[in-house]
């Protein structure tokens, strides 16, 4: 039997009927959302989503792919197809068009390009009401990891700054086609404001900063921080937080971060 096609963007396709209801159901659809949904390949979820929202605008990369879509599905009124790259989409833009104040993402992100698409959404997180993420199931112990664990890190504080992420079903290798090498995991996104110490557009300049936290993950966070900062008083924030000089980032907690970076850059 010859092996199938393995698909040129990196796509592991959802075939397993089963899991494709299943993840519909934890996504917790409202029938007034407009669903963005990434990278639908061949549509197989789409009409599950369609069915629960009010809209589905499907963003797919691949031109022959998005061809596809839309003539399967051209008398689907609630279902738009647009060939683009999601990274370079501005999901703001899509609200306005479908008159919709905020949306709700969903997609099967390709694994080689999970951490980029992830930045990206964020960036909308102002238009985002909620997401659900289907991803490797290392990348979604990372985004719902707690202080102190092997798995948290720069990732899991951005994340957390806009949203509460959590792991909510873990998807085998044979409910895609082709069947990747890992397992995955479906994280679902509950999206918040940020903290409002941060200040008003200063989120750039936080993710920098944590950047240079998490910057040498062997380092402590002392000696990190001392790389941009005036090491004695980044001893003095540390110590006004209670944060042992020892102690590397991974330790600190998203309410740390803020009170760091609120007073060392005010």
């Avoid at 609200?95 to 694994?111: D, V």
């Avoid at 290392?138 to 949203?163: F, H, M, N, Q």
């Avoid at 999206?191 to 110490?197: F, G, L, T």
Wanted: charged share 25%.
């Amino acid at each position: 039997m010859p092996k199938p096609r393995r698909p040129k963007l990196g796509q592991h396709f959802l075939a397993d009927v089963r899991y494709r209801s299943r993840i519909v159901q934890a996504l917790g659809l409202r029938p007034d959302d407009l669903v963005i949904e990434i990278g639908p390949g061949h549509g197989a979820i789409t009409p599950l989503v369609a069915a629960q929202a009010r809209q589905v605008a499907a963003v797919e990369l691949d031109p022959a792919l998005a061809a596809e879509l839309q003539q399967k599905f051209q008398q689907e009124p609630r279902v738009e197809v647009i060939n683009a790259d999601i990274l370079a989409t501005d999901l703001a833009a899509i609200c306005r068009r479908f008159q919709a104040r905020e949306c709700f993402i969903f997609g099967n992100l390709p694994y080689y390009i999970t951490s980029p698409i992830i930045h990206h959404l964020l960036e909308f997180a102002g238009s985002i009401r909620a997401m659900g993420l289907l991803v490797q199931r290392e990348v979604a112990e990372r985004l719902a990891a707690r202080p102190g664990s092997r798995d948290y890190g720069y990732l899991t504080v951005l994340a957390g700054l806009y949203a509460s992420p959590h792991v909510a079903l873990e998807v085998p290798p044979g409910a895609f086609s082709p069947p990747p090498k890992v397992h995955s995991a479906l994280v679902c996104f509950e999206m918040h404001s940020p903290d409002a110490r941060i200040g008003r557009g200063r989120e750039r300049k936080f993710q920098t900063f944590l950047k240079q936290c998490f910057a040498h993950k062997r380092k402590k966070l002392l000696n990190c921080l001392a790389e941009a900062y005036p090491r004695e008083r980044v001893e003095q924030e540390l110590e006004r937080l209670n944060v042992p000089l020892k102690a590397r980032a991974e330790q600190l907690s998203l309410n740390d971060f803020i009170s760091l970076f609120s007073n060392l850059c005010p």
